[in-house]
């Protein structure tokens, strides 16, 4: 009998800032929709360190990491990005300095990644999934872009925690994930989610 394979699925942001907040506004959606045993689905809303601590405490369980969320780097606005992050830390001062900010309650993709590298909570499996925002001021809706990208955007987080990722780019920056098709229990996932923002 083979060992259950637990995956981690992380919606990461702040609430209520539109595109920004992609990922922790579609957890409900990700948590019903059936998934293969051993996937986990959470809002990781609360900062790095305690996201370190939640993890420490539970070391090795988790064999993937799939994270989603909203962030600016300047690309095509609402296009969806999937890749493999490949663990590159920065120097020492820039280490302390995002710990720095997440002590005073920053929550971001980036800090969270390179603190959880840095203290080794991170499985060798990493998966990314970033949505290019439109809009990111107070507000609960998405922008006209990224809820046309919806069903894109949980095609590739399906891909990354169900999938191998050897094949996936290692930067941000490669050219954006368009999905393999859209199956229906996505489109009936996504019914009715932007009319719940409202």
Request: aromatic residues 10%; hydrophobic residues 40%.
């Amino acid at each position: 009998m083979s060992e259950e394979k637990h995956v981690l699925i992380g919606g990461v942001g702040h609430p209520y800032l539109r595109d920004i907040s992609v990922g922790p506004t579609l957890v409900p959606v990700l948590k019903e929709m059936e998934w293969t045993a051993g996937v986990e689905i959470y809002d990781i809303h609360f900062g790095p360190i305690h996201a370190v601590q939640w993890l420490e405490e539970k070391p090795g369980y988790y064999k993937r990491v799939v994270f989603l969320s909203g962030v600016a780097r300047g690309r095509k606005a609402g296009a969806v990005y999937l890749y493999r992050w490949d663990g590159a830390l920065p120097e020492a001062d820039e280490i302390q300095q995002r710990i720095c900010e997440a002590v005073t309650g920053i929550i971001g993709l980036d800090n969270l990644l390179i603190i959880g590298g840095y203290f080794r909570v991170w499985p060798a499996e990493v998966a990314v999934v970033e949505v290019e925002p439109c809009e990111e001021e107070f507000g609960a809706a998405f922008s006209d872009r990224v809820e046309a990208a919806l069903p894109v955007v949980i095609s590739a987080v399906r891909r990354g925690a169900l999938q191998p990722l050897d094949d996936l780019p290692t930067s941000p920056f490669a050219s954006r994930y368009t999905g393999d098709g859209v199956d229906e229990a996505v489109k009936e996932a996504l019914s009715g989610t932007v009319e719940a923002q409202g």
